[in-house]
Nanobody, 125 residues
Framework: QVQLVESGGGSVESGGSLRLSCAASGYYGETVMAWFRQVPGKEREGVAAIDIVDGSTYYAEAVKGRFTISLDVANHTSFLQMNKLKPEDTAVYYC???????????????????WGQGTPVTVSS
């Protein structure tokens, strides 16, 4: 199983930026690296995903135009650049990997088999 370690979370004022990193121990058949977020009492939701093979990117509507996902394939590391942060972006952010054969499942939780420990992001108004 892939080991994932996130870093880069923290506190920032509204309108600010943060960059999250996710280092994977390797790729073992996974095709996608993604970022999810979760707040207490709510379901974990997909934020951004990137295809390891062809670099295609996917974003939740709430973050389009503000967040950018990228991938350093050689170093098995994913990045999430978050700009123009809003208080509603406050959550614990998780990195995940999985094999996704259908783009319609790009943020479907069950297809992601490895998860990081999560890194908290707090955006104050």
């Amino acid at each position: 199983q892939v080991q994932l370690v996130e870093s880069g979370g923290g506190s920032v004022e509204s309108g600010g930026s943060l960059r999250l990193s996710c280092a994977a121990s390797g790729y073992y058949g996974e095709t996608v690296m993604a970022w999810f977020r979760q707040v207490p009492g709510k379901e974990r939701e997909g934020v951004a995903a990137i295809d390891i093979v062809d670099g295609s990117t996917y974003y939740a509507e709430a973050v389009k135009g503000r967040f950018t996902i990228s991938l350093d394939v050689a170093n098995h590391t994913s990045f999430l650049q978050m700009n123009k942060l809003k208080p509603e972006d406050t959550a614990v952010y998780y990195c995940a990997t999985g094999r996704v054969d259908d783009d319609a499942l790009i943020f479907d939780l069950p297809v992601f088999t490895s998860w990081g420990q999560g890194t908290p992001v707090t955006v104050s108004s």
